[in-house]
């Protein structure tokens, strides 16, 4: 009887030392195991910047011409430009739908097709600001904080008739006189870059 006591003792010994050890190792296992789930839901920042009233978003051509404006000149008949000339034209950038903040580089060339190399663009403003001279190899830069409504670019040009311009008086009544010159054309880029 003694012997089948001390083996039930070492049995429920046995079983519940087994039960503990499951017990602590399903414990200590679990902490590494366990797992919850959640969502973290955010709002993609928008980008959607419009030049001139054209969204920018899907095209990297405007479709619309911006039209300059040309300062009254008794001598020349309006909305043209002839030697000694002068006018500008506005490049408006709508932010209302940007969340963050961007840097813009605005460049504008002569175009090849149309050589007028005396239309010279001479200066800008920012909104209206103090007129500052133009320089084609940095351009115009500036920083657009996010859901700005409008920042107008103001660029001023003319038709160079001073004694540093390239054409004489001949070659800038030649082009006149060239059918295929009747609209001279002034590219311009910009770059949008978001701000780190």
Same mark, same amino acid.
């Given at each position: 009887?003694?012997?089948?006591?001390? $083996?039930? &003792?070492?049995?429920? !010994?046995?079983?519940?030392?087994?039960?503990?050890?499951?017990? %602590? !190792?399903?414990?200590?296992? +679990?902490?590494?195991?366990? @797992?919850?789930?959640?969502?973290?839901?955010?709002?993609? +920042? /928008? =980008?959607?910047?419009?030049?001139?009233?054209?969204?920018?978003?899907?095209? /990297?051509? $405007?479709?619309?011409?911006?039209?300059?404006?040309?300062?009254?000149?008794?001598?020349?008949?309006?909305?043209?430009?002839?030697?000694? #000339?002068?006018?500008? !034209?506005?490049?408006?950038?709508?932010?209302?739908?940007?969340?963050?903040? &961007?840097? &813009?580089?605005?460049?504008?060339?002569?175009?090849?097709?149309?050589?007028?190399?005396? %239309?010279? %663009?001479?200066?800008?403003?920012?909104?209206?600001?103090?007129?500052?001279?133009?320089? #084609?190899?940095?351009?115009?830069?500036?920083?657009?904080?996010?859901?700005?409504?409008?920042?107008?670019?103001?660029?001023? &040009?003319? =038709?160079?008739?001073?004694?540093?311009?390239?054409?004489?008086?001949?070659?800038?009544?030649?082009?006149?006189?060239?059918?295929?010159?009747?609209?001279?054309?002034?590219?311009?880029?910009?770059?949008? @870059? @978001?701000?780190?």
């Amino acid at each position: 009887m003694k012997r089948k006591n001390d $083996l039930m &003792f070492i049995l429920t !010994f046995v079983v519940i030392v087994g039960i503990t050890l499951v017990y %602590l !190792f399903q414990t200590s296992y +679990a902490k590494y195991r366990r @797992q919850t789930e959640a969502e973290m839901e955010g709002t993609i +920042a /928008s =980008w959607n910047i419009k030049v001139n009233d054209e969204a920018i978003n899907t095209q /990297s051509t $405007l479709t619309n011409t911006i039209i300059p404006a040309f300062y009254a000149n008794n001598y020349v008949k309006a909305g043209t430009i002839a030697p000694g #000339s002068s006018g500008y !034209f506005d490049i408006i950038i709508d932010a209302t739908n940007v969340d963050v903040d &961007f840097n &813009f580089t605005i460049t504008g060339s002569i175009d090849e097709e149309t050589p007028l190399t005396d %239309l010279v %663009l001479k200066r800008y403003a920012i909104n209206d600001g103090t007129a500052v001279n133009y320089n #084609s190899t940095n351009g115009i830069t500036g920083t657009i904080i996010k859901n700005t409504p409008e920042t107008k670019v103001r660029i001023f &040009f003319e =038709w160079d008739d001073s004694a540093t311009n390239t054409m004489n008086n001949q070659q800038d009544t030649e082009y006149a006189l060239n059918d295929e010159y009747r609209t001279t054309k002034v590219n311009v880029e910009i770059h949008f @870059q @978001q701000r780190n």
